[in-house]
């Protein structure tokens, strides 16, 4: 299974595969940073003090303090590593979230129809069309209350923004599939609608969303920082969020004190750079429509002199075929 | 093709194993959204329109027509596959009788392991994401009879039965890693392995390649001998049918036209419309070869199917009582004017008027305008004089000038059911011959 999973991944060559390689390696930073960032920083991330000495107020970038402090007497160097850990906790449960109830809704939607299936695609398609950042922080505010400024709330409001992706794409492709003979077939042998869709369907109508996932990844960063920025994000006590940062640095950033905005502001646009390249190297792997195979070069023996031109002539067609 | 085997088995098994009667399923005519938006009735067609039929334990039964005469539909609604709208299906399974038009789906669901299908195109019919153990262990798993090592040890028995052996080989392959026979096989692996009653064979070799194509009805045959099946084989290929049948059903827009032992429908064929089959058949030896008498016309509507025996309109024998209608005269007028030079097109056309209120089924067409009446009527026994023999004209009762133009009124059509004749079914109006012109069922 794995293997025919990752056979397309391998059957990739050129520019897909350099997008891959470097939207990995940058986001591998981040989830190593992330991962070690006990271990790694030198502060926890709202520590004013080290061993009762407190920490100077927005002091410029040094050896002891290597991106500097702010103004909340923060090492910047502990907040930014910090973030990454708040900001990847944050995509994978929100993407989590949202692929998982989007999958199920669409499974559910497309396979059923009738009213059910006009019901959720009118109040996905509602939610779809609102601004996701609007749709974000209307839920952060609704969550916020009930859950706390965490980053459970955080990710739950994201989810909501990202259902509707997931849920289009599984509804419209199991509509189809679902006229397929082999689920007719299912059916003939005696198979239960639930069933059908876990072993029949699920398989072939999620081909795209893990695609969709990683692109959304790098949007709900974005979303999750501008809800920071705004302050309906993670409240400061509860996490390190680069957003929150940013907002709080804009300030001292007019009175040309460059470095408490400038770092968290690298690591937002250097991650959503990350699973973004991630996101479209996929996207050219799976997606057929985008995919160009790699084939195998016919080699023909040579035959003499006499015929060498012709079986040139006949390589050169057959590269152009592949195209 | 191999030899046909011996046709005894059928001799002694003949009680029934499926009683149909009267079967009709219509399927919502999906009109634009638009018509759907606004509650507009957008029609029905009738894929199946009226069947009747016995299916004897242990036949090859086949159901031949052209596409769209409803024979999927038949074989769908023989397993449960899709709801009739009316009529019954009864099967009689070992624990008596059994109606499939009115199970429930939990009830048809434990039917299925007595009744399974085999589809037309084997590279849909399996999951492209379940490799060929789980596919043809499915059934068993579904109905809880086998799980573990029992399961996988059945699953192989069944494999090398179709001959895809040695079974470890194919297990592990995905469909997209077989042949289109090999898929066959085990698409037939997977509906053997519960060792059902009936198999319906939709088109079982019709996308195949001609060179497996013999190799696959073998294996069915082969399979029914040893496990004792009925088959319901579904085709629009005569010859398979001839060498694989031991009846054959002849399907055209929905209904049975003739029915009987295959030996005798291809002997002698009955209903015009399974006579123009026969003679479609290739002929290899070209001194027997005959003049084709393919149908006229094209395969009408299934929505609104022709008035009266729904044959008529193609029918090389139809006479006055076939139920002759308003559509088939907006027919002969343009093939009429198919001969016509355009001026002369034009003059007629703009006499005779839209032709688009003909295309209501009505036993009387108006035609042209109170003014123009009398040219009309004129046109119109001109078009007779030049093919008398045309049998539209025999079904016209009378043509009559109004005030609203000419009014071509049609004789009281006979829709003939299927009765006896000469060992076969057959539902034509010239069959049986002895039986004189009554009308069977009357077209409203
Ligand atoms: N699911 C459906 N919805 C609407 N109409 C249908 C459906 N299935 C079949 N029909 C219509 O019912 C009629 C009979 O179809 P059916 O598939 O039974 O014919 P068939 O004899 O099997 O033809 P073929 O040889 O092409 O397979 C056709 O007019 C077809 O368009
Ligand atoms: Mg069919």
Known sequence: ?323 | MPTKPEATATAVASDSLFDVEELEVHYDLRGGSLARLFGRDTGVVRAVDGVSFQLRRGEVLGLVGESGSGKTTLGRALLGLVRPTSGAVRYHAGQGPVDIATSSNRELRGLRRELQMVFQDPNAALNPSMDIETAVGHPLKIHGIAKGAELRHRVADALERVGLAPAERYMSKYPSDLSGGQKQRAVLARAVILGPELLVADEPISMLDMSVRAKILELMLGLKADLGLTYVYITHDLASAKFFCDRVAIMYLGRIVEIGPTDEIFASPKHPYTKALLAAIPEPDPERMVPRDLPRGEIPDAAKPPMGCHFHPRCPEAVAQCGWESRDLRVLLEEHWTRRDPAAYEREGDLVGSLDKLDTPAKEATLGTGSSAAEVHQLLDRIRGEDPSEPLWSGVEEVVEGPDGVSVRFKAGVDPALRQSDGVEVACIHHPVSVTLEPARGDG
Do not use: C
Not at chain 1, 17 to 46: C, E, K, N, S
């Open chain 1, 1 to 323: 299974m794995l293997s025919r999973l990752l056979g397309p991944i391998r059957s990739t060559t050129g520019t897909a595969r350099w997008l891959l390689v470097a939207g990995v390696a940058i986001t591998g930073v981040f989830v190593l940073m992330a991962l070690l960032a006990p271990w790694i920083t030198p502060t926890d991330f709202a520590q004013r003090s080290v061993d009762g000495v407190k920490l100077p107020k927005l002091a410029s970038p040094s050896g002891e303090h290597w991106f500097g402090t702010n103004d909340q007497f923060y090492d910047i160097f502990s907040r930014v590593v910090w973030g990454a850990r708040t900001a990847l906790t944050v995509i994978v449960l929100s993407v989590l979230f949202s692929l998982v109830i989007g999958v199920v809704l669409g499974l559910v939607s497309g396979y059923v129809g009738g009213w059910t299936d006009r019901l959720l695609v009118f109040l996905t398609d509602a939610l779809y069309a609102f601004p996701s950042l609007l749709l974000a922080i209307v839920f952060s505010f609704v969550l916020s209350n009930a859950l706390g400024g965490g980053v459970v709330a955080a990710a739950l409001s994201l989810t909501v923004v990202y259902i509707p992706q997931y849920f289009r794409v599984v509804r419209n492709t199991t509509v189809s599939a679902r006229e397929a003979t082999y689920v007719e077939a299912a059916r003939a042998i005696g198979a239960k609608d639930t069933t059908i869709m876990s072993r029949y369907l699920f398989g072939n109508v999620v081909q795209s969303v893990p695609v969709i996932g990683t692109l959304n990844a790098a949007d709900a960063l974005a979303t999750l920082a501008g809800l920071g920025f705004l302050g309906f994000g993670i409240q400061p006590n509860e996490a390190a969020e680069w957003g929150y940062d940013i907002e709080r640095a804009l300030d001292d950033a007019q009175a040309g004190v460059w470095w408490p905005a400038i770092f968290p502001g690298a690591a937002i646009a250097l991650l959503v750079i990350g699973l973004t390249l991630i996101g479209e190297g996929l996207n050219e792997t799976v997606n057929p429509a985008l995919r160009r195979r790699r084939l195998q070069e016919v080699v023909m023996p040579a035959r003499g002199l006499a015929t060498s031109g012709v079986a040139a002539a006949g390589t050169a067609d057959g590269t152009e075929g592949e195209r």
